[in-house]
C-alpha cells in the first residue's frame, strides 16, 4: 500500500512538474513573440524611412513552377503510355527614382508556360513543349509633382506576346494627365489623353484609337511576403468594341534563403482578341464583334518562388 502511494505521489508530483514546465515554457514562448512582433515593427518603421529616402530603388521576385511524369502500361486511363510534363515562370522587376520634385517609376513583368504530351504509343503526335501562357509588359510612368500626393505626369505602357507572336498583337499606350500617390506603395494613374496604337497584321480587327488610360498598382513587401497586384484598362472614345482591361497579381512567401512559395494569377478582357480567335483560329470568318462571346481570359502560376 506503501509503494502505491509513494507511486502516486511520484506520478502526481511529475506531472506538476512537466506541466508547470510546459506552462513556464508557454510564457516564454509567448514573451519571444512579442519580442518578436516589436523587434519587426522597429523593421518596418526602418523600412518606411528608408523607402522616403530619394533616389534609386530597384527589385525583382518571381516564381516558378513545373512538374514531370512518366506512365507505362497504366490501363485505366485513355493514354496508358505517355510522358507529360509543364513548366513555367513569372518575373516582376522594378526601378523606381524617387526626388523631391519629380519621380520616375519603371516596371517589368514576365510571365511563360510550356507544356506537353507525349503518346508513347502514337509516333505521330507531337511530343514537344509547346507554350501556353505568354504574358509581357513594360511601363514607365515619369511625374512632377504638384503636391505631396498629386503629379502631373506622362505614362508609356506596352504589352506583347513575345514565344509565337511578337508585336502580333501589340499594345502601346501613350497618355499624359495626373497621378495620386496616397501612400508610397500605392500608384494611381488617370490619363484622360491616351492614343493606344495597336500593332497587327489584322488590320480589318485591330485598330488604334484615342481614349483614357487608367492604371493602379501596388506593391509591397512585409516581412516575408512580397507581393503585386496591377489593374491596367484603355477605355476607347472611338468604340467600346476597342477597349480592353488586365489585372494581374503575383505572391511570393519566402520560406528559406530567399527561397519560397509564389502564386501569380491573371484576369483579362479584349473583344479585339476575342474576334480574332475566332476568326483565325476556330475558322469562324462570320464573326464580329457583335456576335462572339468576350470570355474572361484568365491564368494562374503555383510554384516554387526566389526574391531578388
Partial sequence: MKKCICMLAAMAGTWFTVAQSADELKAEKAAKKDSI?????????????????PGWKTGAFGTI???????????????PNNASGAIGFTVNAFANLKEEKFFWRNAANLNL???KLDDKDDPTD?????ETTDVFNLSSLYGRNITKTLAASGLMEYRTTILSNINDPGYLDLGVGGTWTPIPDLVVVVHPLNYNFVFSKEDNIFDSSMGAKIVADYTRKIGAVSFKTNFSTFQSYKNSDLSNWTWTNSFAYTLWNMIGVGFDFGLRSSKQEALNYAINTLGDTGATFDTIDNDLQTYYTLGLSYSF
Fill in 126 to 130: 507531337d511530343d514537344s513543349f509547346r
Fill in 65 to 79: 513552377g513545373g512538374s514531370f511524369s512518366s506512365f507505362d502500361n497504366w490501363y485505366a486511363q485513355g493514354i
Fill in 113 to 115: 508556360k510550356w507544356v
Fill in 37 to 53: 512582433a516589436a523587434i519587426q515593427g522597429r523593421v518596418d518603421a526602418l523600412q518606411a524611412k528608408l523607402d522616403a529616402i
